[in-house]
């Protein structure tokens, strides 16, 4: 079974401020098709998670520009370029690469200054 | 609006039974796999169940393989979980998810296995 693993456990971010959270994988998630399966979730306090970027890279609809996502293989970051208040929460990665069973990294957990 | 509504949650004995419901308007449901969720009390989130769209390809993650059943009803557009054999480690908020990417999820409910 893959394995993710996110860095930092917490972060705490002045607003107007870059954030960047780490996740890797124990195995390459890079698919034949070109596509890193690849998705990173955000979980604010007392909601349920909703989806932010898919396969590495995309903006799931409604998703602000100022969140991104980059990395191949088994290397990826989330990066959130000027952090507003509303992004606080938990940050999880998950791969969906050896669907269906679906793997989460622990979480990063997001505050602000 | 793709809408997600689980229930059924509430407190079970050790061994008790409990049958969760997912309610899902929004999109073509029947065109969709789907997948339960669930978090533990301040833990992380740890995927379960999976059902493809027409029901022909079932997974169940380890902790639950054999206690749990995964089902759907395309003509009620609903996803099902009926949970046997509860320990107090599936003490959990339970959601339901749609598809590969996990692309929307409904507000979850909670499931609490206490004597």
């Known amino acids: 079974d893959i394995v993710m693993t996110q860095s930092p456990l917490s972060l705490v971010v002045t607003p107007g401020e870059p954030a960047s959270i780490s996740c890797r994988s124990s195995?390459?998630?890079?698919?034949?098709?070109?596509?890193?399966?690849l998705n990173w979730y955000l979980q604010k306090p007392g909601q349920s998670p909703q989806l932010l970027i898919y396969?590495?890279?995309n903006r799931a609809s409604g998703v602000p520009d100022r969140f991104s996502g980059s990395g191949s293989g088994t290397d990826f970051t989330l990066k959130i370029s000027r952090v507003e208040a509303e992004d606080v929460g938990v940050y999880y990665c998950m791969q969906a690469l050896q669907t269906p069973r679906l793997a989460f990294g622990g979480g990063t957990k997001v505050q602000i200054k | 609006e793709v809408h997600l509504v689980e229930s059924g949650g509430g407190l079970v004995k050790p061994g008790g039974s409990l049958r969760l419901s997912c309610a899902a308007s929004?999109?073509?449901?029947?065109?969709?796999?789907m997948n339960w969720v669930r978090q533990a009390p301040g833990k992380g989130l740890e995927w379960l169940s999976s059902?493809?769209?027409?029901?022909?390809?079932?997974f169940y993650s380890d902790s639950v393989k054999g206690r749990f059943t995964i089902s759907r009803d395309n003509a009620k557009n609903s996803l099902y979980l009926q949970m046997d054999s509860l320990r107090a480690e599936d003490t959990a908020i339970y959601y339901c998810?749609?598809?590969?990417?996990?692309?929307?999820w409904g507000q979850g409910t909670l499931v609490s296995v206490s004597s």
């Open positions: 929004g999109f073509l449901f029947s065109n969709y796999s």
């Open positions: 195995l390459s998630l890079l698919h034949s098709n070109g596509h890193n399966y």
């Open positions: 059902i493809s769209s027409t029901s022909a390809y079932i």
């Open positions: 998810a749609r598809d590969r990417h996990l692309g929307a």
């Open positions: 396969l590495g890279s």
